[in-house]
């Protein structure tokens, strides 16, 4: 072997590793990928007095996501959502008063930390009665911490030692910023610089498609809805008595400069995971 060749050969053999690392390194934060059948999802760790040992293990077929939008109402949806095979709610949004638009089965429910306060105001319902749902809670490490000084997280704590049956996880402090770093990386945007929070649709959307293989989502306009010069108001959300209407909630928080959530981009986002995912819009019914 000539002295040029072998040289040559040995910088492929280092550079190969190199280029396998940073090939991780710069997809590791793309959009989130399904689970494979039986495996785990790392970045949900189990609220109990004996400690976060244990991954959220689950896995599903069909996936109904079921939105919190006034476009529920009227739909006739439940009975189509009850026959999913998993149904993912958020935060506190209810189905009894609206079984027939929204079902009444919930096999997951992803709350903010915000919403916390108003499950354990009515805890015996939430965690009590709701024994066949899994919750999975979601905020920002100050609140979800567990050294005894994040509010939200010892709270959630307490209220897992009175429910013990109850299922219930906290998504990692790694997969919060994962989730950041996927915003960032779909649109080029840093979420902590420019002022902007995560909905909780966005970490629902994350979570479905991660431990489903096909998902129907329910109530969930495009991104080019609110832009249209003709749509009927609708309540931002269908179970509020005195309501805002939900596409100038979306506005203002599309364009708030501080502390506002990016709800229409985040449409955008999912309509480009629709192209990649097996993911239907309905009520509306709407294609990427």
Same mark, same amino acid.
């Given at each position: ?64 996501? *079921?939105? &919190? ?8 949806? =439940?009975?189509?959502?009850? %026959? +999913? $095979?998993?149904? !993912? ?86 997969? *919060?910023? &994962? ?8 649109? =080029?945007?840093?979420?902590? %610089? +420019? $002022?902007?929070? !995560? ?90």
């Amino acid at each position: 072997m000539k002295p040029l060749t072998f040289r040559w050969l040995c910088v492929l053999s280092l550079s190969l590793p190199l280029l396998v690392w940073f090939g991780h390194v710069i997809t590791r934060d793309g959009p989130p990928t399904p689970a494979e059948k039986g495996s785990t999802l790392r970045g949900y760790m189990r609220i109990s007095p004996r400690g976060m040992d244990q991954f959220l293990d689950i896995h599903c077929n069909h996936c109904a996501l *079921v939105s &919190s939008s006034g476009h529920l109402l009227g739909a006739g949806a =439940g009975e189509e959502i009850d %026959k +999913t $095979g998993c149904v !993912l709610r958020m935060n506190n949004a209810p189905t009894l008063g609206f079984e027939r638009d929204v079902g009444s089965r919930t096999t997951v429910r992803v709350v903010s930390h915000t919403s916390v306060p108003r499950l354990v105001k009515n805890e015996s319902y939430y965690f009590g009665q709701s024994v066949n749902t899994t919750y999975v809670f979601w905020g920002p490490e100050r609140n979800m911490r567990q050294d005894g000084k994040g509010l939200i997280y010892d709270a959630l704590m307490k209220t897992a030692k009175r429910y013990p049956s109850t299922s219930m996880y906290a998504v990692t402090r790694e997969k *919060v910023e &994962s989730c950041d770093n996927v915003f960032e990386n779909e649109t =080029g945007k840093n979420r902590i %610089k +420019t $002022g902007t929070y !995560l909905s909780t649709g966005f970490f629902t959307m994350i979570l479905a498609i991660e431990m489903c293989d096909s998902i129907q989502v329910y109530g969930m306009i495009d991104d080019n809805f609110c832009r249209r010069a003709i749509h009927s108001p609708v309540p931002y959300h269908y179970y509020e008595k005195v309501w805002l209407d939900e596409c100038k909630m979306y506005n203002f928080h599309e364009h708030r400069r501080r502390g506002g959530h990016r709800f229409i981009t985040e449409k955008a986002i999912y309509a480009k995971w629709a192209t990649q995912h097996k993911i239907e819009f309905k009520h509306p019914s709407w294609s990427p």
